[in-house]
């Protein structure tokens, strides 16, 4: 059973360009949640997602920034417009369940986004 | 609006050492609490989970413990190696997600 699975690991854009993340879940696995990690910062939660549904989207700002987990394929958070700013490592993690449920969160290996 | 701490921000101990790091957390009605490892420049590998309902979890050299009405969680490494060499973040969670302590950057030294 593969772990989350991340891509790309690293990418690079330079200001005004788009940068798309994906994250495939755990088999089995239909609670995804981002989340983003500054240099030398604890990580911030963006939003949960189940599939094909947005469930909370409180941690994500209003503009640019957007996340989907359609019925197939791997979720995506997408940031259109990159500023510097944005360079951070981005972390997806699964979870089979959610996580008043008694959900254990299992982590992928991050996308680190850095904006030229 | 839950807020996590852990004490200390970094700790650096010889090898053989038993050591514990410190979780806070200001809202107690949480469903659980995790503790996770994460090495620079990778993701997080999770240690232990803790539901509300426990009051500990073990695993290897591992031990959590989890006080909710005080809103604290130690972590217990025990016989501390080299390769335990890492940041150690605690996590709550209240509602949809988990909340991250900034973390203790732990050296273990040879």
């Known amino acids: 059973n593969a772990g989350v699975m991340q891509n790309p690991r690293h990418l690079v854009r330079r200001r005004g360009q788009e940068a798309r993340l994906r994250c495939s879940p755990m088999?089995?696995?239909?609670?995804v949640y981002w989340y983003r990690q500054l240099p030398e910062e604890g990580l911030k939660f963006m939003v949960y997602?189940?599939?094909?549904?947005?469930?909370?989207e409180s941690g994500m700002p209003k503009e640019r920034f957007s996340a989907e987990f359609p019925k197939e394929g791997p979720s995506i958070l997408r940031i259109q417009q990159v500023v510097r700013g944005d360079s951070a490592a981005y972390f997806c993690?699964?979870?089979?369940?959610?996580?008043?449920?008694?959900?254990?969160?299992?982590f992928g290996e991050g996308s680190r986004l850095t904006v030229l | 609006k839950q807020e996590v701490t852990q004490i200390p921000a970094a700790l650096s101990v010889p090898e053989g050492e038993n050591l514990v790091l410190n979780c806070s957390f200001t809202?107690?009605?949480?469903?659980?609490l995790q503790w996770f490892r994460q090495d620079p420049g990778k993701g997080l590998t999770s240690l232990l989970l803790?539901?509300?309902?426990?009051r500990e979890q073990t695993s290897g050299r591992l031990n959590a413990s989890l006080d909710k009405s005080s809103g604290r969680s130690t972590l217990y490494i025990a016989a501390s190696q080299p390769g335990d060499s890492a940041t150690y973040l605690c996590?709550?969670?209240?509602?949809?997600?988990?909340?991250f302590g900034a973390g203790t950057r732990l050296t273990v030294k040879p």
């Open positions: 997602l189940q599939k094909e549904n947005i469930i909370d």
């Open positions: 993690a699964s979870s089979p369940y959610s996580i008043p449920n008694t959900g254990e969160l299992f």
């Open positions: 088999k089995g696995h239909s609670h």
């Open positions: 803790i539901q509300s309902s426990q």
């Open positions: 809202d107690s009605a949480i469903y659980n």
């Open positions: 996590a709550v969670s209240n509602n949809n997600d988990m909340r």
